[in-house]
């Protein structure tokens, strides 16, 4: 509904659609179900307009309005990884906040669908908050130079979700040259499904 519609405005930066389907969103704004969502586009459209700062402090302020949403802090993680690499280590700890909230809420009832922010990474059943939360948070440790770190979350990750292939991919990505396994969680990540991350792991050296 108006969430696809200010994507649509987004994407075709039609800023006269996108202010409309904001205004539309207000009344929603403090429904858990959609308000991460609502915040990430307001921060999306604060970046189409060249305003990062805005941008990083609307996200900021969304986890502290509801630091009990796991969404909230998976967003922010997101945000910080793409936007602020220099804060990729902040955004790990995002990640990890939104995996922990993602446990201890597992019980409870969510009328919405969980949408994940990673591409390819698809509903793989009622703990895919928390499968993602670790994706990021092993990948913004990756980024913010903390491999030893990186590799214990993916490892994680291969124990927990074998059948994800970024789990393989995310160790791969941690592996050094002289490691014995590294060959085979690269055929094993190439032959996975995923074209994306095949083609990736093809080239990777």
Not at 67 to 75: E, I, K, L, N
Not at 103 to 112: D, E, F, K, L, P
Not at 190 to 199: A, F, H, I, M, N
């Amino acid at each position: 509904g108006i969430l696809a519609l200010c994507v649509l405005g987004i994407q075709s930066s039609d800023l006269g659609l996108i202010d409309a389907a904001l205004a539309e969103m207000t009344a929603h704004a403090n429904d858990p179900r959609y308000a991460h969502d609502i915040v990430y586009l307001q921060a999306s459209v604060l970046l189409l307009k060249g305003d990062l700062k805005g941008a990083r402090r609307l996200m900021l302020k969304s986890v502290h309005r509801m630091p009990w949403s796991a969404p909230h802090w998976r967003d922010l993680a997101v945000f910080l990884l793409v936007n602020s690499r220099e804060e990729a280590a902040q955004a790990a700890v995002c990640a990890r906040k939104s995996g922990y909230l993602a446990q201890t809420q597992a019980n409870r009832n969510n009328n919405g669908r969980y949408i994940s922010k990673i591409k390819g990474l698809n509903d793989s059943g009622s703990d895919l908050s928390l499968a993602e939360s670790l994706v990021i948070e092993s990948l913004a440790l990756l980024v913010a130079g903390d491999k030893a770190g990186s590799k214990r979350t993916a490892s994680r990750l291969c124990f927990l979700y074998p059948y994800l292939s970024h789990s393989w991919a995310l160790l791969l990505a941690t592996g050094d040259d002289g490691c014995k396994w590294r060959s085979k969680v690269q055929e094993h990540v190439q032959s996975c499904g995923d074209k994306l991350l095949s083609s990736w792991a093809g080239n990777y050296p």
